[in-house]
């Protein structure tokens, strides 16, 4: 199995690179994301390499970090969800905005990509929030720290209720309240919630 390729950018294509390692091309697909980082033709590159072994083909996936890879695999145990409908997430939705969204249970954000309809971005949210606690930035509701530890989580939903409801998005308002209770010294209420939460996203 391949898990990295190093070498020299030869072509890069809608969904697709090539990358030259001695002489040997290797074709990749890749996100429009990463595609997008990608360094100029004939420069220096590395890649995390996912290998998928079929019976009548063999695929390589290129990731920029080993998170990348490691969101591939997790979100393709959704039904639903394979290789193609993977990297058309990663290409609208950077990792951390995914994993937030997911915390958040804002299934809009995974929504914005092709192929991945209503019924599916609910499956998505609904079958990952319980398996994003290590990737997300700010945990859902995770009652580490002092303010978190005292802090309600009904406090939490309805301070993020409040934020929605002023026009913020959901996953906006979920990490801006989240960090807000992190940081409060003491049991948080709704209304400081809501008052530290909007400078957060101020």
Not at 22 to 41: A, H, I, K
Request: a negative charge; proline letters at 1%; one cysteine or more.
């Amino acid at each position: 199995m391949i898990a990295k390729l190093k070498g020299l950018v030869d072509t890069i294509g809608e969904d697709f690179c090539v990358i030259d390692v001695n002489g040997v091309g290797y074709l990749v697909f890749c996100s429009g994301r990463t595609l997008g980082n990608l360094p100029g033709v004939g420069e220096a590159v590395t890649l995390m390499i996912e290998t998928h072994v079929r019976e009548d083909h063999i695929h390589l996936f290129g990731f920029a970090s080993t998170l990348e890879k490691d969101w591939f695999n997790l979100i393709q145990t959704v039904q639903g969800v394979g290789a193609k409908v993977a990297l058309a997430i990663f290409s609208v939705v950077a990792i951390d905005e995914l994993s937030n969204s997911i915390a958040a249970q804002d299934k809009t954000v995974v929504g914005r990509a092709k192929g991945v309809g209503p019924k599916l971005a609910t499956r998505i949210i609904t079958e990952l929030k319980d398996k994003v606690a290590k990737f997300a930035v700010i945990p859902a509701f995770s009652g580490k720290g002092s303010g978190a530890a005292a802090t309600d989580n009904s406090a939490i939903k309805d301070a993020v209720s409040a934020l929605v409801n002023l026009g913020y998005g959901q996953t906006e308002a979920h990490m801006a309240v989240s960090g807000a209770a992190q940081s409060f010294e003491g049991e948080a209420g709704v209304s400081d919630l809501i008052r530290l939460g909007l400078k957060e996203v101020s």
